[in-house]
C-alpha cells in the first residue's frame, strides 16, 4: 500500500498508479479494544478503445498498448485481458467514447482469464459493450474463456463465436445479464454454444438472452468426466422469436451432465429433433427443472410450434421435473431409466421415442414429474400446439412419480412403455373447456404396457378415445379411484397369445363411455373388476362390462351399470359375477 490513512466513517482513497492493493481496516472501541481485517482490493482497469491490439510489454500491469486516445494511454479488451491477470485478477470496466454500443471486434481469440475478475460491459454509457469475433472467412471459436478464479461477466454482447463463453476453470462464476448471440437491438446474428462449461462448481448463469444455432446453447459438463456441482441456470431467455419471425434452431436449448438447478427459463426454437431441456446421464442425478417455459414465442405464452422433445431426463437418477410449461408438437417430456444418446453436432444428445430405445444398463430413476402444464395456454384453453405426447416413461426406467399435472395432447398423454413401480396419481387429462380437437382431445389418456407395479390412481380424464389402456406385457397394475368423462373406451386391457397380461386390479372408479366402461381382452388373466360405477355418454348405448372368450379368472363384483344397452357382455372362461346393479341406481 502507499501508506495512506483514513478515520473518515465512510473513506475514499486514489492510488498514484494502477495495481491490487492491499487494505487495512482497525476496529477500536471506546475501551481501547482492537481489531483488523485485512482485504485485497482490486483496482479497475478501463478499457477506451474498440481496437484489438496487445499489450506493450507483456508483463505490465499497466493496460497500455503504445497507442493513445486523445492524450490518454490506448486500453482494448486484449490489453486489459493480459493486465488483469498480471495483477492476478481485478475488474475490467468500459469507458469508450461512441455514440451508442460500441463494438469490439476481435482478430483472435483472447486469452484465457486466469484469476478472480469482473468483467462489466454496464459501466459503458451505453450499459452495454458488443464483442464480435466475425471474421472472413469465418468466426472465432471462442469469446471469453474463464479458466481459473471466480470471475463475474455482464453486460456484454458476445456474437459470432462457435463458444461465447467457456468456463475451463476455477468455480463460483456469475454469468448474468450478458445478450449472447445477438446485440441488444435484437438483431439476429450466429452464435453456435452460448455458455460451454467443462468445470466450475457452484456457477450460476442468470438473465441472459442467448441465440444460438446448430449447437446446444447451454452444454454443462461432459457426460463422461465431469465431477462439479451446483450449477445454477436461471431466468434465461434461449431461442425466442416474435410470431412469425424465421427462427436460429438450436440441437438443445439447456443440457447438464451434472447436478444442476434449472429455474425460470424460457426456451423458443430448437430442431425437430432437439430438446429444450436435458438432464444427460448419471452424473446428472439430482437435478431441479422447475418453472420454466419451454417452446414459447418471445412473449412466454404463445406456443412456437415446434416439434421437438420440451423436457428429457436420460439416464439421470433422483431428478424433479415441476411446473413447468411445455409446448410442443412432439413429446413433451420423456424420462429413460438407460442411457438413450449419440454424439452428434458437437454436442452429445438423446435419442427419444418413437426411436427404439438403445441397449444399457438401467442407471436412472427416481424422478418426479408434477404440477406441470402441456398443450395448454396460462388461461386454461387449449393450446394451438398440441403435443403428441406430454409424459413417455422408457428405457427401462424405475421408480417414476407422475403427479398433479395439467396435461392434453393428441395421441398418448402419459405413455408407460416400459420400467416397474410407476405412480401415476392425481393428474389432470384433457379438459372440460368446450373447444375439442376433431374427434377428441386426446387419443389416450393413461397408456401401460411392459410395465410392472404400476398403480393410475385418482386421476381425471376427460375426453379421450380410451381413458386408460393397459397391454401386454404387463403385471401387478391397479387403476383406482379414477374418474374418466366423454370417452368412447373407459379402462381397455388387451394381449397376444403368449405375451402375459395379468394381475391387473379395476377398482372404485366413475367411467362415463360411449362404447365401452370396462374392455377386458383376449388372453387377459385374473382381471378383478370391482366397485366401479359405470354410465353412458349422453346420446350413447355402451356396453358397461364386457369380457371376450378367451379371457380367464376375472372377478366382477359390486359395479353400478347405468344408461348400457349391455350391461355386463360375459363370454371369457371362470368368471365370477356378484353383487352387481345393471340399470338400477
Do not use: Y
Request: with cysteine; aromatic share 2%.
Amino acid at each position: 500500500c502507499d501508506g495512506a490513512t483514513s478515520t473518515a466513517s465512510d473513506p475514499r482513497h486514489t492510488f498514484a498508479d494502477r495495481s491490487t492493493r492491499q487494505v487495512t481496516l482497525e476496529v477500536r472501541d471506546s475501551r481501547g479494544n482492537t481489531d483488523s481485517f485485512v482485504a485485497d482490493v482490486p483496482d479497475s482497469i478501463v478499457v477506451n478503445s474498440t481496437g484489438d491490439a496487445a499489450l506493450d510489454d507483456d508483463d505490465s500491469t499497466s493496460c497500455t498498448t503504445g497507442g493513445t486516445i486523445g492524450d490518454a494511454p490506448e486500453c482494448t479488451l486484449r490489453a486489459a485481458s493480459q493486465a488483469v491477470n498480471n495483477t492476478e485478477g481485478g475488474e475490467i470496466s468500459f469507458d469508450i467514447d461512441v455514440v451508442g454500443e460500441p463494438e469490439i471486434r476481435l482478430d483472435s481469440e483472447l486469452p484465457a482469464i486466469e484469476f478472480s475478475t469482473t468483467v462489466d460491459g454496464t459501466t459503458q454509457s451505453a450499459g452495454s459493450v458488443r464483442i464480435s469475433g466475425r471474421g472472413e472467412p469465418v468466426s472465432l471459436g471462442s469469446g471469453i474463456e474463464l479458466s481459473g478464479g471466480t470471475s463475474v461477466l455482464t453486460g456484454l454482447d458476445l456474437d459470432w463465436f462457435g463458444n461465447a463463453v467457456i468456463v475451463s476453470g476455477g468455480d463460483g462464476h456469475t454469468i448474468k445479464g450478458n445478450t449472447i448471440g445477438g446485440d441488444s437491438s435484437g438483431e439476429v446474428s450466429a452464435v453456435g454454444t452460448a455458455v460451454g462449461m467443462l468445470t466450475g462448481t457452484g456457477t450460476t448463469i442468470e438473465d441472459n438472452t442467448v441465440r444460438c444455432f446448430d449447437s446446444t446453447c447451454f452444454f454443462i459438463g461432459d457426460v463422461n468426466n465431469s465431477s462439479f456441482s451446483n450449477v445454477t441456470i436461471r431466468n434465461n431467455r434461449i431461442n425466442l422469436f416474435a410470431d412469425g419471425d424465421e427462427g436460429v434452431f438450436a440441437k438443445a436449448g439447456i443440457q447438464v451432465s451434472v447436478p444442476s438447478t434449472i429455474s425460470g427459463n424460457w426456451v423458443g426454437a430448437v430442431e425437430a429433433t432437439g430438446f429444450g431441456i436435458v438432464a444427460l446421464a448419471p452424473r446428472a442425478a439430482g437435478t431441479v427443472i422447475t418453472d420454466n417455459r419451454v417452446g414459447v414465442a418471445a412473449d412466454g405464452a404463445t406456443p412456437w410450434g415446434a416439434s421437438a422433445t420440451g423436457i428429457l431426463v436420460n439416464a439421470a437418477s433422483d431428478v424433479t421435473v415441476g411446473s413447468n410449461t411445455v409446448h410442443t408438437s412432439g413429446r413433451a417430456s420423456s424420462v429413460s431409466g438407460s442411457e438413450q444418446r449419440r454424439p452428434g453436432g458437437g454436442a452429445t444428445v438423446g435419442v427419444a421415442p418413437p426411436t427404439a430405445p438403445l441397449p444399457g444398463a438401467v442407471v436412472g430413476g427416481d424422478v418426479t414429474v408434477t404440477g406441470n402444464r402441456v398443450g395448454l395456454l396460462p388461461s386454461g384453453d387449449l393450446a394451438p400446439t398440441i403435443p403428441n405426447t406430454a409424459v413417455t416413461l422408457w428405457g427401462d426406467v424405475p421408480d417414476v412419480t407422475v403427479s398433479d399435472n395439467d396435461l392434453v395432447a393428441s395421441n398418448v398423454v402419459i405413455d408407460l412403455r416400459s420400467g416397474t413401480e410407476h405412480d401415476v396419481t392425481e393428474n389432470r387429462i384433457g379438459t372440460d373447456r368446450d373447444e375439442l380437437l376433431p374427434e377428441r382431445q386426446v387419443g389416450v389418456g393413461v397408456d401401460v404396457s411392459d410395465v410392472d407395479d404400476v398403480d393410475v390412481r385418482r386421476n381425471e380424464i376427460a375426453h379421450a378415445i380410451t381413458g386408460v389402456s393397459v397391454d401386454q406385457p404387463a403385471t401387478s397394475v391397479a387403476i383406482d379411484q379414477n374418474v374418466i368423462t366423454d370417452s368412447s373406451l373407459g379402462v381397455q386391457l388387451d394381449a397376444e397369445d403368449g405375451e402375459p397380461l395379468s394381475d391387473v386390479e379395476i377398482t372404485a372408479n366413475t367411467i362415463e363411455a360411449k362404447n365401452v366402461g370396462v374392455d377386458v381382452g383376449e388372453f387377459v388373466n385374473g382381471t378383478a373388476i370391482a366397485d366401479n360405477d359405470v354410465n353412458a355418454v349422453e346420446g350413447s348405448s355402451p356396453t358397461g362390462i364386457a369380457i371376450d372368450e378367451s379371457a380367464t379368472g376375472s372377478t366382477i363384483e359390486r359395479i353400478v351399470v347405468l344408461g348400457a344397452d349391455v350391461g355386463i357382455d360375459l363370454k371369457g372362461e371362470s368368471t365370477t359375477v356378484d353383487r352387481n346393479r345393471v340399470g338400477v341406481d
